[in-house]
């Protein structure tokens, strides 16, 4: 099964007008990580994102999609950062999941401190890619912060759903 993009680009060489067709293409293949269980909670979610990003001495950003039943239909190290930030921008996050049909995602970042409390940056960023994601029809479920030994779930812990609700 696979999906390819054509895009055209236009190159100049020398006095001639010539151009280069480049390919995307998605294709499935053999799955390398054990995904047959569903993510249904935060929980769930933590402990997958603890075993991928909890040991990194940087900011990891990375995101699950996850179909209708909430089985994950890919997973993605969309940024390395620093040792203090990352940077989160809605088309990286989304990408993949667009071109997997994902319905909905999580995104995670580890704090390499420990200390899972978002900042005000983690909570913005929760809302840009929340809103994003509206306009696209693919649903933030949640927004994790990853330390070794536990985890932050910004939607379980209401953080920025009940400062959106006040807004509203």
């Known amino acids: 099964m696979g999906c390819v993009l054509w895009l055209i680009e236009m190159i100049k060489t020398s006095n001639k007008n010539t151009y280069n067709l480049v390919e995307v293409r998605l294709t499935r293949k053999k799955r390398l990580f054990p995904f047959d269980i569903p993510i249904l909670t935060p929980g769930a979610a933590g402990k997958f994102f603890q075993t991928m990003i909890s040991h990194k001495d940087r900011e990891v950003l990375c995101a699950i999609g996850m179909d209708m039943k909430g089985y994950i239909t890919y997973y993605e190290v969309i940024h390395i950062g620093t040792l203090s930030q990352s940077i989160i921008h809605p088309r990286e996050v989304f990408k993949a999941s667009i071109l997997s049909n994902s319905n909905a995602i999580i995104i995670a970042h580890n704090h390499p401190s420990g200390d899972v409390s978002p900042s005000n940056n983690d909570r913005h960023a929760t809302k840009?890619?929340?809103?994003?994601?509206?306009?696209?029809?693919?649903?933030?479920?949640?927004?994790?912060?990853?330390?070794?030994?536990r985890y932050y779930s910004i939607k379980e812990n209401k953080t920025y759903y009940n400062e959106r609700k006040e807004n509203e």
């Open 128 to 149: 840009r890619i929340m809103e994003a994601g509206e306009l696209i029809g693919i649903d933030l479920i949640d927004h994790l912060i990853i330390a070794e030994d």
